[in-house]
């Protein structure tokens, strides 16, 4: 989160920047420039004989104009040839020398990048996009939050609707009334989430510290 990087950086006076890379590029792909003009909050700009472009995410054809979300999309030395003895998960990702990295992302007028979601982790409801990072940062400020996570489930109407998972650290005293205030007075109309699951566990997550939302949208159980 930028706060964190602004925190570590008084405490310890480096110079943080971020970076981004996945197992199918790796090491990394693009990073904040180390001159002082790094941006908090984006993942910097692509490394040399890099290229990366943002595409509509349905097709994968367009090349969306600076501050559009879409698919970002990678070319370099850094890409793999393909997935072991997989073809058809090749093909479904690497297309033309370019890596679909399924992440959704934008780019500013000066090329830097950043990320906004997982592709698959968008919501749609009613037509609108609602990508669950920008909800789950809104509930996490709240008092008493101590994690949260939010996805998509089925509706017939509405395509989706927005479900939150929200871990709290006193269930039994935590008012919820205030709580769904909150997120009303802090969130627009179509992402405030109809469904709010409380829990005191911790959420599944993976190795690498990040929730596993495929695994809330099956029913959770407190534990």
Not at 110 to 138: A, M, Q, W
């Amino acid at each position: 989160m930028p706060e964190t990087a602004v925190e570590f950086a008084g405490y310890t006076g480096a110079r943080v920047v971020e970076g981004f890379g996945l197992s199918e590029c790796s090491p990394v792909t693009h990073a904040g420039p180390l001159d002082g003009n790094a941006r908090i909050g984006t993942i910097g700009l692509p490394l040399p004989d890099t290229d990366a472009l943002i595409v509509d995410a349905e097709t994968g054809t367009e090349i969306l104009d600076p501050g559009q979300v879409g698919e970002l999309i990678i070319r370099g030395p850094q890409v793999m040839l393909g997935y072991w003895n997989n073809p058809a998960a090749t093909e479904q990702v690497l297309r033309d020398g370019w890596l679909f990295t399924g992440d959704l992302a934008t780019q500013d007028a000066d090329g830097f990048f950043k990320i906004v979601d997982r592709k698959k982790d968008l919501i749609i409801t009613s037509g609108f996009n609602v990508y669950p990072n920008d909800v789950e940062y809104v509930l996490k400020q709240y008092p008493n939050v101590k994690d949260a996570a939010v996805v998509g489930v089925p509706d017939p109407q509405r395509g989706e609707i927005v479900k939150a998972i929200v871990s709290v650290t006193n269930k039994p005293q935590f008012d919820q009334h205030r709580f769904e205030k909150y997120i009303k007075d802090n969130l627009a109309h179509h992402k405030v989430p109809k469904i709010i699951e409380f829990v005191e566990g911790d959420l599944p997550r993976n190795f690498l510290g990040k929730v596993l939302r495929r695994k809330l949208r099956e029913p959770w159980k407190d534990s």
